[in-house]
């Protein structure tokens, strides 16, 4: 039981650390607090699925096409929703506009679903992928636990790299902090922005494949989990990628043992969103700074 | 039959556009001129409706003299049902109903308002929409599960205090008591919105310093505001609950607040009009999507198509016509580009003051 | 020798938003020499500087600079122009290290390029060669003073426009700062614009001068007169 309950939460808690690192990217470039990053998620899944059913195979094998499919999709809206209210939108308004694209993508793949339905006579709704055993040094793990470690951690590690060790990443922790003297050093902001989308979207269109592995999935899973999402990335300290990271274990774990939990005490396990509810509360009025404020001195 | 089938139509449609006129009048005293983005919308929208739900019916079983056995989540529509029957002989009781509710709906609404407003002091405003969103989901999901409130999923039935008129003068009645209380509603927001206030509300938007300067105590403001707006909703609710004649908690979530946040943008947020315009946009949109639904056949729901196209709109409007139909009208006081800048200052003076 | 004119300003008109803080402001600076603007807080003088790099709105008027016209040109192409800005905060990523903030200046050069670049800006400011490693944060004032003119010297200027450099020092490193300023005008021929508090020091090392008061020229033209002129400097400057 034990053992379930940890391979539970450390895959969640690769999904969540790909899904809040994102979210976090393009609130630190843009200011924008992105209602419609859990929808990134469900394209993924999405375009997961229909090649899956397309060709017949596992849809582990179209990882890269989430992935560039969400680098499309990051780049489109940034560039035709975002970047025209540059320093013309206040906050708020870049919420409410990110809500309306919510209702955008989501209902866009309510119609997509309906449509491969009938076209293909497939199942579009209540869709489950099915995991395979993968045997490694003797012992045989699920590939859920074992392809979610390896993709998240390599997907992390290669933008810590981009970050500290590339130029343009660079440039864009640069821009992150001061984006008027970037621009006056002759960076192109613009396309800092844009990349920063790219990511986001591009790594939960990832993210979003190994959702269906676990849970049933529908147009709108990726929607209801961005309040975890949220809550990762506010207790981590809406500045902090790192902190973002590490956020999303501890409400991977939290949510996963504080539900076990809840059922043993007879409550009914619908009332997980409470979890990310109260961390995303407490952190929010008590102590914003979040996790980074443990290390950061800013 | 088609005259009757026609007074029905418009009917549903001015209880719908009073209750969205409530809906957006307080959202726009919260958001567009406090500068609160308060989008817990739907959750205050609840509190109303769930008064209703979880009350109406124990309360005609109280006036009544009446027992309740067994679980409410099961037996709520019949016990609703019976009480009604009484209520057709008693308008009184139905009346009674009705009053209770409403008060204990708008004070249950206050109370939380204010408590709502006490985290806007500290955070920064999208961090404040965020907080919000969380809350009213919760509440949702409260409701949802803990079946004794308002039945959990299978919801509420909520008793028909107008059963002592016959139809159709028990609609008009509720029509004209819908419309009555959105006009009033929305005159006492236009009148504050004029009023004294509703400056120091703008002014505190625009810049919270220069106004705190001034001698207004900014959390007593931002409580008022709060308070006003989350019983305006709070009545919108009940007016709602026992229009529909039940209370379903799936009715009330963050994309309820979203609509009315759209109507409030299309409308023109700061512009005590806005609220007229905003929901009959809205609502007309809506009937025609409802209009074609029939005459189209394609191969998805075309629901989903009318949420895309709302999106789209507050997109292009908050691109290319911000202020929306009718928009703000400029005081005398700073110009607009200055003042937009001020709040730039304030929203990165809170930025690093975390 | 001719005398050039690097920077003509004509009748600029320059604010934010939609309030104009300076008002019809014209005078030139010449090549190969310091130019000093004085004038009370809040004359606008940050402002100005602003104006000329491309950072605040501009609604009337003109900018000359080494013979083009760069009124409407974004900061990049002024920088790409030769015109260098350091000013007051601002200047350095805090959050990086002083070789990522070089890397960030020279973005645009290659690699050998850069290296070039580096080498001879750290001739003239050596120390900055073991302050490398260290994050823009840590450093002290003086300190990200040198850094911040090292990446602009990267971009290889012909003219630097400083905005207070010396403000919040320490009186010994602030004649440092003045010690760089003039060396880089004496010996390697930048022409310099400086925007100082610290009046009389900035009369003495420029060649000519603006007193600008609320937003407006009340003196352009010798630095000496200026310096002399006890009526304006008792007026505006309490001097």
């Known amino acids: ?192 922005y844009a990349l920063s989308w790219m990511l986001a979207a591009s790594f939960a269109g990832v993210a979003g494949v190994f959702l269906p592995f676990r849970i049933t999935v529908n147009p709108d899973t990726g929607f209801s989990i961005l309040l975890s999402i949220f809550a990762a990335v506010t207790l981590g300290g809406l500045k902090s990628l790192l902190g973002s990271i590490i956020g999303a274990y501890i409400i991977a774990f939290s949510e996963t043992v504080g539900v076990y939990y809840l059922s043993q005490i007879g409550l009914s396990t619908a009332y997980r969103p409470a979890i990310s509810f109260i961390t995303l509360a407490l952190v929010l009025l008590l102590y914003p700074r979040g996790l980074a404020g443990l290390w950061s001195k800013r | 039959m088609i005259v009757v089938d026609v007074v029905f139509f418009v009917l549903d449609l001015a209880v719908l556009y009073s209750v969205y006129v409530i809906l957006a009048s307080s959202l726009n005293l919260e958001y567009g001129e406090a500068g609160l983005p308060n989008f817990a919308k739907a959750a205050f929208f609840a509190v109303g409706a769930f008064s209703v739900g979880a009350l109406s019916v124990r309360l005609g079983a109280v006036f009544l003299g009446m027992a309740l056995e067994g679980d409410f989540k099961l037996n709520s529509l019949r016990w609703a049902m019976s009480v009604s029957q009484s209520v057709a002989r008693n308008p009184f009781l139905g009346l009674s109903i009705f009053i209770a509710t409403l008060i204990v709906a708008a004070l249950v609404g206050s109370v939380l308002g204010v408590l709502a407003s006490y985290p806007a002091l500290r955070l920064r405003e999208d961090y404040l929409g965020m907080l919000l969103i969380a809350f009213s989901e919760t509440i949702r999901i409260v409701a949802r599960n803990y079946d004794p409130l308002v039945g959990g999923t299978f919801g509420a039935g909520v008793v028909d205090f107008l059963a002592w008129a016959g139809s159709p003068s028990r609609e008009i009645l509720l029509l004209f008591l819908s419309v009555v209380v959105a006009a009033i509603i929305w005159i006492v927001y236009y009148r504050l919105s004029a009023s004294p206030f509703g400056r120091a509300l703008r002014a505190m938007r625009d810049n919270e310093l220069a106004t705190e300067s001034l001698g207004r105590n900014i959390v007593k403001l931002r409580m008022m505001a709060m308070m006003i707006g989350s019983a305006m909703a709070s009545v919108a609710g009940v007016l709602y609950a026992y229009y529909v004649g039940t209370v379903n908690p799936d009715d009330f979530t963050t994309s309820k607040t979203f609509l009315i946040t759209l109507m409030v943008i299309i409308g023109g947020s700061g512009n005590p009009y806005g609220p007229l315009v905003g929901p009959a946009v809205y609502l007309a949109f809506d009937r025609l999507i409802q209009f074609t639904k029939q005459r189209l056949i394609l191969p998805f729901d075309p629901n989903y198509l009318s949420y895309i196209v709302l999106g789209v709109v507050l997109i292009i409007v908050v691109d290319r016509h911000p202020g929306g139909i009718v928009p703000e009208k400029p005081t005398l006081t700073l110009p607009r580009e200055l003042r937009s800048l001020l709040r730039q200052r304030r929203v990165e003076e809170t930025w690093n003051r975390q | 020798m001719f005398i050039v004119e690097l920077l003509r300003v004509e009748s600029l008109s320059a604010g934010y938003g939609n309030m104009t803080i300076i008002h019809e402001v014209s005078f030139s600076v010449e090549k190969g020499e310091i130019f000093s603007v004085i004038g009370p807080n809040g004359s606008g003088k940050s402002t100005l500087l602003k104006a000329l790099f491309g950072l605040a709105r501009t609604f009337s008027g003109y900018i000359f600079f080494n013979g083009k016209e760069i009124t409407n040109f974004p900061p990049h192409e002024r920088v790409k122009n030769g015109l260098g800005y350091l000013p007051q905060t601002g200047n350095v990523f805090e959050g990086l290290t002083v070789r990522e903030n070089l890397l960030l200046a020279g973005y645009e050069y290659s690699n050998g390029e850069l290296d070039e670049r580096l080498e001879s800006v750290q001739e003239f400011l050596p120390d900055v060669k073991r302050l490398m490693d260290r994050k823009a944060l840590t450093l002290s004032g003086g300190e990200r003073q040198m850094v911040a003119l090292a990446m602009v010297l990267l971009k290889n200027p012909i003219m630097l426009m400083f905005d207070e450099p010396t403000a919040a020092l320490a009186p010994k490193i602030a004649e440092e700062v003045f010690g760089r300023i003039v060396k880089l005008n004496r010996e390697y021929g930048l022409t310099v614009l400086l925007v100082e508090q610290n009046t009389r020091r900035a009369l003495e090392l420029a060649e000519r001068a603006l007193l600008l008061v609320s937003g407006s020229v009340k003196f352009f033209g010798s630095a000496d007169e200026l310096l002399n002129h006890r009526d304006l400097l008792s007026l505006y400057l309490g001097l």
């Open chain 1, 1 to 192: 039981m034990a053992m379930d309950l940890l391979v539970e939460a450390v895959v969640y808690g690769n999904l969540l650390s790909l899904l809040s690192i994102g979210l976090s990217l393009t609130l630190l470039t843009t200011r924008v607090s992105n209602f419609a990053h859990g929808d990134f998620a469900t394209v993924g899944i999405y375009v997961a699925y229909t090649m899956s059913v397309l060709f017949g195979a596992n849809p582990y094998l179209f990882l890269p096409f989430s992935f560039v499919g969400g680098l499309l999709l990051g780049f489109l809206v940034y560039r035709v929703v975002f970047e025209p209210l540059r320093g013309k939108a206040s906050l708020v308004t870049l919420m409410i506009v990110s809500m309306a694209l919510d209702f955008i993508l989501r209902y866009s793949v309510q119609i997509y679903a309906d449509v491969l339905q009938r076209s293909l006579g497939v199942y579009t709704r209540g869709i489950v992928f099915k995991d395979v055993n993968i045997n490694l040094l003797g012992f045989t793990f699920p590939g859920l636990l074992v392809i979610s470690s390896a993709v998240a951690w390599l997907f992390l590690l290669i933008l810590y790299l981009f970050l500290y060790r590339t130029k343009v990443g660079i440039a864009m922790r640069a821009v992150i902090e001061n984006p008027s003297l970037s621009e006056a050093l002759g960076i192109n902001v613009k396309r800092i």
